[in-house]
T-cell receptor, first 121, second 116 residues
Framework: GAVVSQHPSWVICKSGTSVKIECRSL??????MFWYRQFPKQSLMLMAT?????????EQGVEKDKFLINHASLTLSTLTVTSAHPEDSSFYICSAREGLGGRRGSYNEQFFGPGTRLTVL | AQKITQTQPGMFVQEKEAVTLDCTYD???????LFWYKQPSSGEMIFLIY??????QNATEGRYSLNFQKARKSANLVISASQLGDSAMYFC?????????????FGAGTRLFVKA
């Protein structure tokens, strides 16, 4: 299957700092990327959808000024948690989807990254 | 309103036996896709099986099959011949068509324990 990477895989930071998480599609062009967060023993909650070259669409209740998403290229999307606080500690997972007519022909599939565990002290 | 419902927080199954994980969904979009993912303790999401709303036959992938009952809006996952390595969290997910923005939403999950 297609490969989506995330970096870093885990990060510990102090309260008030900003953290950037990268999501890369390694062998296909991802026209759409999704960001999820998952609290312990809970499900994945969609935070936002980003399309390359346009502004992200945030789900209700997600602060766009706190969770900055940039999808500047077809293989890279970044999530920046600004002024992180302990309640932002979570597992963040990105997923990527190839556009219609892509080389992989995997339009129906959504490929997930391995996740980033953020701990804010 | 909750769109994906998994009513079994936890399930136990004896090794080599079959197990069914329940999933019901709610949508008014005629075009949608249903997915099952496995999440082991490492956290990675492993795609298991996909069923499109227009697919006439139930999807199968190796030991996994999806019991798709469209009128009932259910998409249960059947794992045959359970293995110890099947112990994990299982999520049912749905992606709606154009009106849903092609985003995938997840159910609460079912934790499966396979006993030796």
């Amino acid at each position: 299957g297609a490969v989506v990477s995330q970096h870093p895989s885990w990060v510990i930071c102090k309260s008030g700092t900003s953290v950037k998480i990268e999501c890369r599609s390694l062998d296909f062009q991802a026209t759409t990327m999704f960001w999820y967060r998952q609290f312990p023993k809970q499900s994945l909650m969609l935070m936002a959808t980003s399309n390359e070259g346009s502004k992200a669409t945030y789900e209700q209740g997600v602060e766009k000024d706190k969770f900055l998403i940039n999808h500047a290229s077809l293989t890279l999307s970044t999530l920046t948690v600004t002024s992180a606080h302990p309640e932002d500690s979570s597992f963040y997972i990105c997923s990527a989807r190839e556009g219609l007519g892509g080389r992989r022909g995997s339009y129906n599939e959504q490929f997930f990254g391995p996740g980033t565990r953020l701990t804010v002290l | 309103a909750q769109k994906i419902t998994q009513t079994q927080p936890g399930m136990f199954v004896q090794e080599k036996e079959a197990v069914t994980l329940d999933c019901t969904y709610d949508t008014s979009d005629p075009s949608y896709g249903l997915f099952w993912y496995k999440q082991p303790s490492s956290g990675e999401m492993i795609f298991l099986i996909y069923q499109g709303s227009y697919d006439q036959q139930n999807a199968t992938e190796g030991r996994y099959s999806l019991n798709f009952q469209k009128a009932r809006k259910s998409a249960n996952l059947v794992i045959s011949a359970s293995q110890l390595g099947d112990s994990a969290m299982y999520f049912c997910a749905m992606r709606e068509g154009g009106t849903g923005g092609f985003k995938t939403i997840f159910g609460a999950g079912t934790r499966l324990f396979v006993k030796a």
